[in-house]
Each structure stands twice: as structure tokens, then as C-alpha cells.
């Protein structure tokens, strides 16, 4: 009986750790936070390619807030990017492979904030316009 009590209180403590996980929406604002931490040393605090890390690449990382260029990279295209690193799609293996590091959702977190600081935002897709 004790067992099962045990038993029962470790499903209970792990869906409770899991459940916001699964259920939650893609977050810009945790992107942010993930991208200041990972990212910004590359790619700046502001996204413009401009990090102190960045600057001293032979290949430059772009201008994540020119909505004209960001634009017109699809979601799919970004999420290999981010994932599997620059050599995935050609790009510069200067560009790390984040999915070994960050979680899934982490992931859609950063795109999601990647897509809300183009400007302009991308007509279709979750961005709100104001
Ligand atoms: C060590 C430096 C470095 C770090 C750290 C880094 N990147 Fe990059 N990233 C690059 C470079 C360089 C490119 C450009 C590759 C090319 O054009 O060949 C790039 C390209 C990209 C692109 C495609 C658009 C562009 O800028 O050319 C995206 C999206 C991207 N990175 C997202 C991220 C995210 C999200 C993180 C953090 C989780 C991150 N990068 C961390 C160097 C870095």
C-alpha cells in the first residue's frame, strides 16, 4: 500500500513538472531571455549581427530585426538553422547547433522572438502587428 502511494506521488510530482511544459504557448519574451544568454555575443543584444563575437567572424551573421531579409526565410528554414547549426544548410559552421543544448520548446521560443523583432513584422504568421 505504501508502494503504491509512492508510486502514485511520483506520477503526480512529474506531470505537475511537465504539464506548463507541453501545454504552453511560444513564448517571445522567454526567446529573449534565451537569446540575450546564448546568442547576443554573435548576434548582438538588439539581433542586428552586431555582437562583440560577431564582429570578429569571417562570416557575419545577418541583421535579425531587417524584416525584408527575415522575411523571406521560412519558419522551417530558421528552425534547421537554430537546431542543427550553419553547416546544416550550407550557411557557416560558425553558426553552433543549439538543438543538443535547448529543448524543443526552448527553440520555438527563440524563433518566436526572432520573428517579433523584424521589422516589418512578417505578414503572416503569429506576430501581432499593431
Ligand atoms: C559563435 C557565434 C554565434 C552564436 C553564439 C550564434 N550564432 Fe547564429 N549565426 C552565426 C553566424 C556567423 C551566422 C551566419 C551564417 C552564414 O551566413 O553563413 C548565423 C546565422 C544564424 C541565423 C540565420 C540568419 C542569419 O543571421 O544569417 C539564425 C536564425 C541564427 N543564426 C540564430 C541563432 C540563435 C537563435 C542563436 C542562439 C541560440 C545563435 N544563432 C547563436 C553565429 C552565431
Known amino acids: 500500500m505504501l508502494q503504491r502511494i509512492s508510486v502514485l506521488g511520483v506520477t503526480f510530482v512529474a506531470l505537475a513538472i511537465a504539464g506548463p511544459g507541453l501545454a504552453r504557448a511560444q513564448s517571445a519574451a522567454e526567446g529573449q531571455k534565451l537569446y540575450m544568454t546564448y546568442c547576443s555575443s554573435c548576434h548582438g543584444d538588439k539581433g542586428r549581427g552586431d555582437g562583440a563575437?560577431?564582429?570578429?567572424?569571417?562570416?557575419?551573421?545577418?541583421?535579425?530585426?531587417?524584416?525584408?531579409?527575415?522575411?523571406?526565410?521560412?519558419?522551417?528554414?530558421?528552425?534547421t538553422i537554430i537546431a542543427k547549426g550553419g553547416a546544416a544548410?550550407?550557411?557557416?559552421?560558425?553558426?553552433?547547433?543549439?538543438?543538443?543544448?535547448?529543448?524543443?520548446?526552448?527553440?520555438?521560443?527563440?524563433?518566436?522572438?526572432?520573428?517579433?523583432?523584424?521589422?516589418?513584422?512578417?505578414?503572416?504568421?503569429?506576430?501581432?502587428?499593431?
Open 89 to 130: 544548410v550550407d550557411k557557416s559552421s560558425f553558426m553552433p547547433a543549439w538543438g543538443g543544448v535547448l529543448k524543443d520548446n526552448q527553440l520555438q521560443d527563440l524563433l518566436a522572438y526572432i520573428r517579433s523583432i523584424a521589422n516589418p513584422l512578417k505578414a503572416s504568421g503569429k506576430a501581432k502587428r499593431d
Open 53 to 79: 563575437a560577431g564582429k570578429a567572424l569571417p562570416v557575419k551573421p545577418a541583421d535579425h530585426t531587417d524584416g525584408k531579409l527575415m522575411n523571406s526565410l521560412s519558419d522551417e528554414f530558421l528552425m
